[in-house]
């Protein structure tokens, strides 16, 4: 009886320990949450910013799916369905549009990678250090000129009467620019990677710039040529970057840039053949038409494709190589 | 396997430019420094000077000295990854200060070990034959020879980030191994690891060297590699040699106060002694006596700076009175931390020796009277 006595009995928890537990749980969240209070505070600023410029204008959805009538306010105005999608579509310049802004988006990103990597690998490559630091702002500079500014510069060279390229080279054939859709690829893709590819080497550059010396010193230990250390080290080390400067360009291949299609030709009617792209259209359609729901079907069609285009691709990374997808 | 021999040996590092156009305060502030290094030229700043050394054929030699010594700058050089200022480099009598890096028959293991990313650790190993244009029957043969000594035939089809860091230096000193250098050249190769996977990694590289005979210079900061692998240590500070000898001689016999403070854990003591009569030295209110050896180096000096390593202390109910400080248990030893008036000294006594000291508790330690040295107040010279 006594051995029994000694057996202490298994009882369930007193509902005063799980209070107490309680209140201290609740304690510690209060303790976390003052100290993050400041860290919140600093957020709110850029939060507003993202809900009141990015978020609210998601709103304007709905503008895609009614016939807009001002007269009587967008939220009164009736719902039209797909309408305006129909209507986007079935005009005679989708095709086109679409055509031109996924072809050259296609063309650009390729071509743009090629072109930014080979600009950082020789700038990482010169060794004076002094020549690179004036070399650096001046390829970037063109970034920085506005669209405006860079149709000037771009009549400056095609101005059918005193273009420089119809005053030297096509003296005695001058060509009219302006009014042949032909050459508009090739001038539009000499303008952007004019303008742009500068500034996109200079994040390869930051890349090449971090990775380690010693890997291109075991090299030349090793007897690698440069063109074998760029193929084995710096290329390698370069394809995360490559990956999500990819991922993020395929996202935007049904956006362009308004001002190098619009300002650059002049808004010439008679290129759009090749200069049409989406963003322009929108712009035409608004000017002309005074249709705002095909506009905004017009943008939804560009960010739900997106959208779709960077989870297919991401997905796409992680099956072939998990270390560098997005997400 | 090659001999090596570095005949007074310059590298000058120029000044920093102070032409530029942004950072011209900073620039001209930079320059001040460096002008105001203890070693400089109007050319820059010394990183190497005046060094010489023999390298014997299959020989481990260990560059060891604090950060900015010079010992990285030297290994470059011989590397030919760096120009050399002034000196000349031989290697099997012939001069190479000239010679492109791969034409050198020598490789090399950096800290990182340097692999590369994209490789698999077969491409890793088979790439320095591949750049020599070898038959890829006799890369594979090499390279399959070389995974099988350092046991990593099951990971030949690894990429470098799924290898631990063991893996990783074994890949490096199996890229190194497999061309047959004449030379290996070590710039820390295991400043990166955790301490266990250090003493295996260093045992792994001993029993390497044993197995292949290589001649090997290898550079560290840390005292420990130097001691437990080198067969001779060159001990350096501010570009110059210290001291070189093998591991004891440089343990047992530091030649300056520099070399004696630098080897050994914990550091060595430091007292200010005062010769009282030949053959004794007053060291915290003792008497204590010298070894025959260096009986009279003290003779005629005013005071004498006194070297006892913690490890060389006895305790000793007649000896030098200490006040236990704070007290550490390292494996089987227990560091005494004791003060004595201004004076703080470790003393280093077994586990097995008795009680546990506490803080504040009075011991009585004597210095083994033969494992003293002596060094010159304001030189730092050994005096025997």
């Keep these: ?327 | 396997m090659s001999e090596l021999s570095l005949e007074n040996l310059v590298k000058i590092y120029p000044f920093t430019s102070t032409r530029r156009l942004f950072g011209r305060k900073q620039a001209r502030d930079m320059l001040a420094r460096e002008q105001a290094m203890p070693y400089t030229t109007n050319e820059g700043v010394i990183a190497v000077q005046q060094f010489s050394l023999e390298i014997k054929n299959g020989e481990f030699v260990v560059l060891l000295g604090p950060s900015g010594s010079g010992k990285t700058s030297v290994l470059r050089m011989v590397a030919g990854l760096e120009s050399v200022s002034d000196g000349t480099i031989r290697m099997d009598g012939k001069v190479i200060n000239d010679t492109p890096p791969p034409d050198r028959n020598m490789a090399m293991i950096f800290q990182n070990y340097s692999l590369y990313p994209g490789f698999t650790v077969y491409d890793n190993l088979a790439y320095p034959l591949r750049n020599l244009h070898m038959p890829r029957a006799q890369v594979d043969e090499k390279v399959r020879a070389v995974a099988g000594l350092l046991e990593m035939t099951p990971l030949l089809d690894r990429r470098p980030s799924e290898l631990s860091g063991g893996q990783q230096q074994r890949t490096a000193i199996g890229r190194a191994l497999v061309r047959d250098p004449g030379i290996f050249l070590m710039d820390e190769p295991m400043s990166n690891q955790d301490p266990a996977l250090k003493a295996r990694l260093r045992e792994e590289l001993k029993r390497i060297h044993r197995k292949l005979g290589t001649t090997i210079l290898y550079v560290t900061h840390d005292q420990t590699d130097a001691l437990r692998l080198g067969d001779r240590i060159v001990l350096m500070q501010d570009g110059m040699i210290v001291q070189a000898g093998t591991p004891q001689e440089l343990y047992q016999h530091p030649r300056n106060l520099y070399c004696a403070t630098f080897l050994g854990t914990p550091q060595m003591n430091v007292f200010r002694g005062i010769p009282v009569q030949e053959g004794k030295i007053r060291l915290m209110g003792r008497d204590i006596s010298l070894p025959e050896s260096i009986k009279k180096a003290a003779g005629g000096m005013a005071a004498v700076t006194v070297g006892i390593r913690p490890v060389h202390f006895v305790p000793d109910p007649r000896g030098i009175e200490g006040t236990v400080d704070y007290t550490e248990s390292i494996e089987a030893e227990c560091h005494l931390h004791l003060k004595h008036g201004n004076e703080a000294f470790t003393v280093v006594v077994p586990k097995t020796s008795g009680r546990p000291y506490s803080r504040g508790e009075t011991v009585r330690v004597m210095p083994e009277t033969d494992r003293i040295h002596l060094f010159h107040p304001q030189t730092g010279i050994r005096l025997d």
């Design chain 1, 1 to 327: 009886m006594a051995a029994e006595s000694n057996v202490q009995p298994i009882v369930p928890r007193s509902s005063q320990y799980d209070n107490l537990l309680a209140q201290r749980k609740k304690n510690r969240r209060k303790a976390q949450a003052r100290s993050a209070l400041p860290l919140y505070l600093m957020m709110l600023p850029g939060l507003i910013y993202i809900i009141c410029n990015n978020y609210l204008p998601m709103f304007g959805i709905l503008i895609a799916f009614k016939k807009v009538n001002f007269s009587i306010g967008i939220f009164e105005s009736p719902w039209c369905g797909l309408d305006n999608f129909e209507f986007l579509f079935k005009t005679k310049d989708a095709w086109i549009m679409i055509r031109n802004t996924v072809c050259y988006n296609l063309v650009w990103i390729l071509l743009g990678l090629v072109i930014s990597i080979t600009i950082a690998i020789l700038m990482a490559e010169i060794s004076n250090r002094k020549a690179a630091k004036i070399i650096q702002p001046v390829i970037c500079f063109p970034s920085m000129v506005s669209a405006v500014i860079l149709s000037f510069l771009v009549y400056g060279f095609l101005s059918k009467s005193y273009g420089f390229l119809n005053t030297t080279i096509y003296k005695d054939h001058p060509i009219n620019w302006y009014a042949s859709a032909q050459y508009w690829p090739f001038i539009l893709t000499i303008v952007h990677f004019w303008q742009s590819s500068g500034q996109s080497s200079i994040i390869y550059m930051a890349s090449i710039g971090g990775i380690d010396k010693g890997l291109y010193e075991s090299a030349r230990i090793d007897g690698a040529s440069k063109m074998q250390q760029i193929r084995h080290i710096t290329l390698p080390m370069l394809r995360p970057m490559i990956t999500l400067m990819m991922l993020m360009a395929i996202g935007k291949i049904f956006n362009s840039d308004f001002g190098m299609f619009y300002q650059v030709p002049l808004g010439q009617g008679l290129l759009i053949k090749t200069t049409q792209t989406i963003d322009t259209y929108v712009y035409r359609a608004l000017l002309e038409m005074n249709n705002v729901g095909m506009s905004s079907a017009a943008s939804v069609f560009q960010a739900i494709i997106g959208f779709l285009l960077v989870i297919i691709s991401n997905a796409i990374v992680r099956k072939v190589d998990s270390e560098n997808a997005l997400f």
